[in-house]
């Protein structure tokens, strides 16, 4: 158990819905990232958060957004759900923001969203 | 741009000794990470490099040399539970993020 709480573990979903999904990093830690998998696809980086603060975007599609809350929690929103965005969606946490020393990153389980 | 390689796929037997590698190119470095990942779980930490040489974890070994952008994830005495994908990762900026590559699958036969 790394520490990292992700809701919902599976979501299934259609076409042109909006789902929200929730991350708990671990105690202390006050960074966090979303990944997303598809399938036989790696880990694409979608968005980084430091002490509720937009730290770092990757190839995050305008259709997704996200945030951190006072109490470090992150939620991802993707909207306009098209059949492609089918695939499991990480979220890591990490003690410091960046820069040397940040150390590994702490993935929980995942939240599989399934669109139809 | 960021370009991380590492093979799709290996086959070893059981009790064997693998070398999965990994070559990088990213603009700015600090630190290399090997993570592996069972089919729809979470990753999990196996080894970090961030100066050259070799880093030994029990069965797991991990090397580095940053002027090849070369890196390998050495593991010894296979087991079948070692079957899964392994993920090379570079930390290169100053944001915390990991740039992933797209992992290799290792099989693991008896």
């Known amino acids: 158990d790394s520490g990292v709480t992700q809701t919902p573990k599976h979501l299934i979903t259609a076409t042109g819905q909006r789902v929200t999904l929730r991350c708990s990093p671990r105690?202390?830690?006050?960074?966090v990232y979303w990944y997303q998998q598809s399938l036989d696809q790696g880990l694409q980086f979608l968005i980084q958060y430091y002490n509720g603060e937009e730290r770092a975007k990757g190839n995050i599609l305008e259709r997704f957004s996200a945030q951190q809350f006072p109490d470090l929690h992150s939620e991802l929103n993707l909207s306009s759900l098209e059949l492609g965005d089918s695939a499991l969606y990480f979220c890591?946490?990490?003690?410091?923001?960046?820069?040397?020393?940040?150390?590994?990153?702490?993935f929980g389980e995942g939240s599989r969203l399934t669109v139809l | 741009g960021q370009n991380i390689d590492q093979p799709t796929e290996m086959t070893a037997t059981e009790g064997a000794i693998v070398q999965i590698n990994c070559t990088y190119q990213t603009s700015g470095f600090n630190g290399l990470f090997w993570y592996q990942q069972h089919a729809g779980e979470a990753p999990t930490f196996l080894s970090y490099?961030?100066?050259?040489g070799l880093e030994e974890k029990g069965r797991f070994s991990s090397f580095l040399s940053r002027s090849k952008g070369y890196s390998y994830l050495l593991l010894k005495e296979l087991q079948m539970k070692d079957s899964a994908s392994y993920l090379c990762a570079v930390h290169s900026g100053n944001t915390g993020k990991l740039i992933f590559g797209q992992g290799t699958t290792l099989q693991v036969k008896p």
């Open positions: 105690s202390g830690d006050l960074s």
């Open positions: 890591a946490s990490s003690v410091k923001g960046g820069g040397a020393n940040t150390g590994e990153l702490f």
């Open positions: 490099n961030v100066l050259d």
